[in-house]
């Protein structure tokens, strides 16, 4: 025995500690007899984010640009939520606790916080106008509250990012780890495939689809098109088109060609369109043109073009279906790759012609994201593409219109698309700024952010978007573009005394004959 004070202060924290042990083991052995019900899954999640509090604090920021778009989810929150929307919650929350304990303040950027918060209120207004925020998991009759949480969420993860800044040094690797983040898509493409151990990954990352066929060529592999599409812009994020084609590393072009022949097994259109624009805008951007790569390129794409004009035909169904956006006339393909294409156009624009009546009686007071229970029994899974009226489809119903304009004046009317054409301009804005005046060791970085920040938005007007699901990617940008050059970047400033005295000596100085300025020894003949 000792009478040390420090010693028995030290023995009383260890037993202090143990018995809490014992206490927290018995209760989760208890809580883990019926493992699959909310409550014991919800308490093994808190025990989890209270023994990972140190890690949080410290490593919080990071961990929510990583986890932004990954498409892993929270099976064990009731809704099956994103894991990145918690990861943007517990983020925020400390960012608000340290800024004010410490004093610190946000990064500034009034131009892009007005339009947001206005948004935030008229999706407010229109939720307790429209039959509140129903959150079906929760016990609720109303049910389309899952599109609210996700588009406040995306929203609130713009001022959760912008509460630290981006050292210049990291910037190249926290843009390309936010892009790799949905690379981890395939995983949910191989689930019938999958041996029994790994079925446990499958709650994290639910499958594409439930068809138990897996036919590489003929079913189309959803999560592994879009991976591709999050590697090749990871890899123009971390190397850029100079640091990929330009360099002697020859695995960078052949993991690049690799990703870019993933894609078309998808069957996406859009996939393959958006990859075509970020690619060639970022070769302008960096000034690739004016470099001996220009040739090459012209000869590749030409190459490309005519290789896949005359084996069209013969390329996979998914394949075809993807190059199914360019003219028959130009390319050959088979029937069944040309009818599921024009299938799925003439759907939406069935749909979008049946919504656009709907559009005045929803200008003033938008139609918002609630579901009563009749509709909802009228989503059932044949009604989900193909009913007598285009407006009463399940997707039109649950406001998956597969257009972006769509999305934002039908469920918020006028004022929704006030906030969010604001929300366009002064983003696209900003973008540019970093990208014009930001430091000259980010240009590369800041070039990316602004065409993949641009070609975003043309999708989302003209291809393919919905402003729940897309509003996320919007702000994830933009806050990465603001952290990473502390701000918004503004043109640089001259000095009017500079202007002033470089006028004066033009002014002072007397033009003089041919024969005097030049080399003084020279006189006319």
């Not at 099956?80 to 990064?107: A, E, G, H, M, Y």
């Not at 599921?340 to 919504?355: G, Y």
Request: aromatic share 12%; hydrophobic share 50%; charged share 10%.
């Amino acid at each position: 025995m000792t009478n040390d004070p420090a010693s028995i202060a030290a023995a009383l924290r260890t037993l202090a500690v143990y018995a809490a042990c014992c206490v927290l083991a018995i209760v989760l052995g208890v809580m883990m007899t019926d493992p699959l019900t909310y409550s014991s899954l919800g308490f093994v999640a808190v025990l989890c984010a209270v023994m990972c509090i140190p890690i949080l604090m410290r490593w919080h920021h990071p961990l929510m640009i990583v986890f932004w778009n990954t498409p892993i989810y929270a099976f064990f929150v009731k809704g099956d939520p994103k894991f990145c929307l918690v990861v943007i919650v517990i983020s925020l929350v400390i960012s608000i606790v340290d800024q004010t304990l410490n004093q610190r303040r946000f990064i500034k950027a009034p131009e892009i916080a007005y339009p947001l918060l206005f948004l935030i209120g008229v999706i407010a207004i229109t939720a307790k106008m429209t039959g509140g925020i129903g959150l079906h998991a929760f016990g609720s009759d109303v049910q389309g509250g899952k599109k609210y949480v996700f588009l406040v969420a995306g929203i609130l993860g713009y001022f959760a990012m912008v509460a630290r800044r981006i050292p210049p040094e990291k910037a190249r690797m926290y843009v390309s780890l936010y892009c790799f983040g949905g690379a981890l898509g395939f995983i949910g493409d191989f689930a019938s495939i999958a041996p029994g151990f790994m079925h446990p990954i499958f709650w994290f990352i639910p499958p594409y689809s439930v068809n138990d066929s897996f036919d590489v060529g003929t079913t189309r592999l959803v999560g592994t098109s879009w991976a591709a599409v999050a590697f090749i812009t990871g890899l123009i994020a971390l190397y850029g088109m100079r640091g990929i084609f330009m360099t002697s590393k020859l695995w960078r072009p052949v993991l690049f060609f690799i990703a870019l022949c993933l894609v078309f097994l998808g069957g996406f259109r859009s996939a393959l369109i958006m990859v075509g624009m970020i690619v060639t805008i970022q070769f302008f951007l960096e000034g690739m043109h004016r470099t001996r790569l220009m040739p090459f390129f012209i000869i590749c794409v030409l190459a490309g073009l005519g290789g896949t004009m005359v084996l069209a035909s013969k390329l996979p169904f998914t394949a075809q279906r993807t190059l199914a956006f360019l003219p028959e006339s130009m390319i050959h393909l088979s029937t069944d790759a040309r009818l599921a294409a024009q299938s799925s156009t003439d759907w939406r624009l069935q749909m979008w012609q049946a919504l656009l009546p709907q559009i005045p009686q929803h200008l003033l007071v938008g139609k918002g994201y609630a579901i009563s229970s009749a509709d909802a029994l009228a989503m059932g899974t044949d009604t989900a593409f193909k009913s007598a009226d285009a407006a009463d489809q399940g997707l039109a119903i649950s406001s998956d219109f597969h257009s972006g304009p769509l999305s934002v004046v039908i469920p918020f009317g006028i004022w929704g698309c006030l906030a969010f054409l604001w929300f366009t301009y002064v983003s696209l804005r900003v973008v540019y700024r970093n990208y014009r005046y930001g430091p000259p060791e980010l240009r590369t970085i800041n070039a990316f952010i602004f065409n993949f920040y641009m070609v975003s938005m043309i999708s989302f007007y003209f291809i393919a978007g919905g402003l729940a699901d897309g509003m996320i990617g919007f702000c994830g940008l933009l806050g990465l573009s603001i952290c990473i050059n502390n701000g918004v970047c503004r043109a640089p400033v001259r000095s009017m005394k500079n202007i002033v005295f470089k006028r004066n000596i033009v002014k002072t100085i007397k033009p003089q004959p041919a024969f005097q300025r030049g080399n003084p020894g020279t006189q006319p003949m």
